[in-house]
């Protein structure tokens, strides 16, 4: 069974903070972006489990600096593409990409238009990578 989680900074993000300002910059309108790894697991392990081995493995998850999410879909929420690397090695149980969320002025999830116009003039690099929305 295909679980996803979220890996985020509770720190300051200055790769979310640049990507925002490059992205206002090419007419995007965007106030605020989060940047996650999201790891896709295909383990047997109860949730609970596979969450206490994410956060005892140093090389995903620091607890000085991140946050854990479990998500409740295998699909990005509202606002969020994730982006996979084409050529990304793969193993057996897991999978990384990265998780971009976008949001307004008002604080609520970039629309579909304006998220497509972000991958297409940033987030995304199509001869080397995949946007999943």
Request: charged residues 35%; hydrophobic residues 40%.
């Amino acid at each position: 069974m295909e679980r996803a989680y979220a890996v985020e900074l509770k720190i300051p993000d200055n790769e979310a903070y640049t990507a925002m300002r490059a992205l206002q910059r090419l007419g995007v309108a965007v106030a605020r972006v989060q940047r996650a790894d999201i790891l896709i697991f295909d383990r047997d392990a109860s949730d609970e489990r596979l969450g206490e081995s994410i956060e005892r493995d140093e090389r995903l998850f620091n607890p000085n600096k991140h946050r854990l999410e479990r998500l409740p879909g295998m699909h990005p929420r509202e606002g969020e593409v994730w982006i996979e690397m084409l050529d990304a090695p793969r193993s057996a149980s897991m999978r990384r990409l990265v998780g971009w969320r976008l949001f307004d002025h008002a604080g609520k999830p970039l629309g579909d238009d304006d998220l497509d116009a972000a991958c297409a003039r940033l987030l995304c690099n199509p001869a080397i990578e995949r946007a999943i929305r």
